[in-house]
């Protein structure tokens, strides 16, 4: 009989440590590991890397924009996948797109160290890209939902049109009610650089969704840990819903 | 002189047996099963495992939401090709997109023993891709066509606007006569989880199309039988209007 | 110092041939040898295929509609590239889509033998696939052009709103004066339908164009004929003119 | 510790090099060395060549258009990655979309020695594809910004409606101060060539961002040279605002 991961896994328990990381206790190397974690590699596991034969090819791109207050850097993070059965493996850990904001701290200077994550799922890329020039959307994220953490970190990033069809204002607010701390990113975000996310997004939601692996499977992605025994093959609905 | 495969399968013959599978006769493994099909490589047969060499790493992802009332995934299911001559290869069964419709049982939970299967052809996803704010589209399935078993069961799914430019009520009706079953399920879809499945559509079409393979050729695609002697290349239009 | 193929060739020395083809003298092997042209590759050319490498995993795709009076296929045909040097190469003849018309000739039966091609350029794509709902465009060809039979075969496609933006009526007219014969092919295409061919023309684009190739180099592919020596590396003019 | 290249070239250093070239002393060779450095790997060094493994099977493609007064021709240039760890790799220098144009000397007449170069960056490209069929954008360019050179070359290229949603005006303008010339290229582009340039820039966006490469790592890409043996991992704001 098969084993296989759940479908969708539940977000506090892992999808949350990647997203969010060690947000509170960031080190100098965390913008390294964030990278080295988008595959599932741990920097610390060299033998991973070994069993991901051409996986060492790794490569890093982003889209960057600077203003006055804040840049922000996107990113798509690819879904891991699991192994079920003879080779063949199903999507573990969902893709997202990273985005990255960090605070302006004099001119043309950033200090990357204030940086804050916010991961689109593949809805909220949804939201974005078919976003009417009028429109306006916010997503809410809370961390560590259903953990007994819950509640002590909000993330909400709202965007919001400048007028006249010339882009959109984009605003990330931070607050951890433990640490009392408020931080708060915006930058205006021009109708060509809109563009360009707009684009990039669309082109990277069927790779974060993995429909791009069952169309053109790919090298073998080693999963962190062995996906959990469990007779459970159904998509979780909690993903949806703990929000 | 060569021999080809049919342009287009006979609904009835093969590609109603795949899609609709032995929905009246819904077993434990039929998830995974299906899966398996999907590349026209039944789990009976490992040889043909073998002879796909890196088909070994199929990998399986969709995109699935819940509402209260029903449960949808959306998944692209590949078209198959068979071999004419010298190496080449020709579609033989189309690929298409396959809805999967689960209801809820309570809070939360869902019967996915009760699931129904709905693929979309080429040309319905045409529609669904196409279709404007205010629009509706209907699409009447009979997997039975042109058998003796037609009329048997019917499928209908409908797609109508929410209003407001605010997303679709999806709504499919499974009506077999012998079982004296009637099936409903309905889930509204917001407009950024269209978005979602409107960017991966037209991302799947070409794909489910096999232009993908026209224009670069990948690794052989082993056909489940022998393709029929015959010397009828021409595409069939029994396959449309048999609809 | 190097030699190049000329970038763009002339129409009538070597695209009109292909195009066109011996649509005069149709063949009952036309429609495989037309394919196999696709490639570059003839099918009385086995050493050619043998030194493609895995150019023998050629595969073949399109999309057909059938409608009361006369069936239309859709497909890709991939540009050749010619090596330039040190295994560099360039497109050396443009891809195109090519639009394959054949008349009904009773119920749900078709002539294959009588159909008539149109190769759209990535130009006439382009204008293809920004149509408005309600507009309307036609390409004239003159497969003979600037030879000695020019103005012999004259084609029209006509592209015409049916009304309410439900679709398109294609009219393709085929006016050959030397054999007095004047074919015509008319179809409604169905906003579905016509969604379907927006979204693979649109995919089809940038690879008839060679774009993909730029971006991501494949296997060789093997010219027909080992290009002109000629110095002239620039662009030809009299492509665009010709028309 | 790692050891990482820059996240952005300021761009006098490295990339005005490479998107002006050398434009005020035109060599006969300028064609094919330009498409040589678009990877990164020089004429001059066959090592380098051969360390790319297939990427001795570079491809070049473009679309050019010939008008009365001048031909344009567009190519995507891929960016350039820099080694930063066990066989990991960063974008160094970001793609450009490459505008070439080019005088009519005569009828149908062009003279490729008098071409001007023009490299639109991922936010241009954003702005082109975005560009609604009334608006206008412009770009200006100074390709020896922040040098001592600056202000020397000032190039313009400005996009504007033709009326009646029928295309475009491109208009290029090269004043050089120190050889007191002012070139001018004007081309009218119709709604179908604009559409082609709108889904080929589509296409290769991503790409130009290397995005693709994020998500299907490919052979290894070798840069010109070591990266700078520099701490500062950061994006650069000067690349923004240097503009």
């Known amino acids: 009989m098969l084993k296989l991961c759940r479908f969708l896994p539940s977000r506090n328990e892992?999808?949350?440590?990647?997203?969010?990381?060690?947000?509170?206790?960031?080190?100098d190397t965390f913008w390294l590991s964030a990278f080295s974690c988008q595959h599932g590699i741990s920097t610390s596991g060299p033998d991973l890397v070994a069993n991901a034969g051409n996986f060492s090819h790794r490569r890093f791109a982003d889209y960057t924009i600077f203003k006055g207050k804040a840049a922000l850097s996107v990113s798509p993070k690819l879904p891991s996948f699991c192994k079920v059965d003879s080779g063949s493996s199903r999507v573990d850990r969902k893709g997202v797109v990273m985005m990255t904001f960090w605070p302006a701290v004099g001119q043309r200077k950033y200090d990357w160290q204030k940086k804050q994550f916010f991961a689109l799922s593949p809805t909220e890329v949804g939201s974005l890209i078919s976003l009417g020039p009028d429109e306006s959307c916010e997503f809410l994220h809370d961390p560590s939902m259903k953990s007994s953490l819950e509640g002590q970190v909000r993330k909400s990033l709202s965007v919001t049109p400048l007028g006249n069809s010339s882009g959109y204002f984009l605003n990330l607010t931070v607050v951890n009610t433990i640490q009392k701390t408020n931080e708060r990113f915006s930058l205006p975000v021009t109708k060509a650089?809109?563009?360009?996310m707009r684009t990039a997004l669309s082109y990277a939601l069927p790779h974060i969704m993995g429909w791009d692996q069952v169309i053109r499977p790919q090298l073998p992605n080693i999963p962190r840990s062995t996906p959990k025994q469990q007779s459970d093959v159904l998509p979780d609905p909690d993903f949806e819903w703990g929000r």
């Open 14 to 27: 892992q999808a949350s440590n990647f997203l969010l990381g060690k947000a509170t206790k960031i080190k």
């Open 193 to 196: 650089e809109f563009a360009v």
